[in-house]
């Protein structure tokens, strides 16, 4: 029972399983601020408006600078989450490729373990041997067709079409209808009582 608890189970999960997930949190992050410096911008912008209707144009300038300052920060997460997404679709891409290059090295290996059991060599053999039999079963097929003469071939086809003409030979159909079965009273015979005959 300790042996069952205490083994360690291999984890299923790679390398690249974990840094495609730290890649993927990463971009959401980068979406999660993206998203909260476009609400700053659109508050600012208002903000300065204000300020502009109050006549405050110093103060309006400045945090224009600042919403400046912020689009451009917007910009550089763009790019970054841009270069986290093209990262984590060549780690995947890489993945498949790898499992392609598994498949196909286990392929290589089953065909090189089928060619040791059958090399080129034993194939020829094989194929010559057919080619024996194949000739040699043209022989005695040759030998046998030769043997008959056109009287046995007359017999033959004979025979055949006797056996065909048996095969296709039904049983006549009555030409008149078939007698119809009534029942018929049977006589009753009665035996008379020995004592009514000597009376009698």
């Not at 999660?32 to 204000?50: D, G």
Request: a negative charge; hydrophobic letters at 35%.
């Amino acid at each position: 029972m300790g042996n069952l608890f205490g083994r360690k189970r291999r984890s299923r999960v790679t390398e690249q399983d974990k840094a495609v997930l730290q890649l993927k949190q990463q971009r959401d992050k980068l979406k999660q601020y993206q998203k909260r410096i476009t609400l700053n911008l659109e508050r600012e912008r208002s903000v300065a408006r204000q300020l502009l209707r109050d006549g405050k144009k110093e103060k309006a300038k400045l945090l224009l600078k600042k919403k400046r300052y912020q689009e451009q920060l917007l910009d550089k997460t763009e790019n970054q989450i841009s270069n986290l997404e093209r990262m984590v679709q060549d780690i995947e891409f890489t993945q498949i490729e790898m499992k392609v290059i598994e498949g196909l090295k286990i392929g290589n290996e089953c065909l090189n373990k089928m060619h040791e059991v059958m090399s080129v060599e034993e194939v020829e053999r094989i194929i010559d041997e057919t080619q024996d039999a194949v000739e040699y079963q043209k022989q005695i097929d040759e030998m046998l067709a030769g043997s008959f003469t056109e009287e046995d071939e007359d017999a033959i086809l004979e025979e055949l079409n006797a056996i065909t003409q048996e095969q296709l030979e039904l049983p006549e159909v009555p030409a008149e209808p078939l007698p119809e079965k009534t029942p018929e009273a049977s006589p009753v015979k009665i035996k008379a009582k020995p004592e009514l005959v000597a009376a009698s």
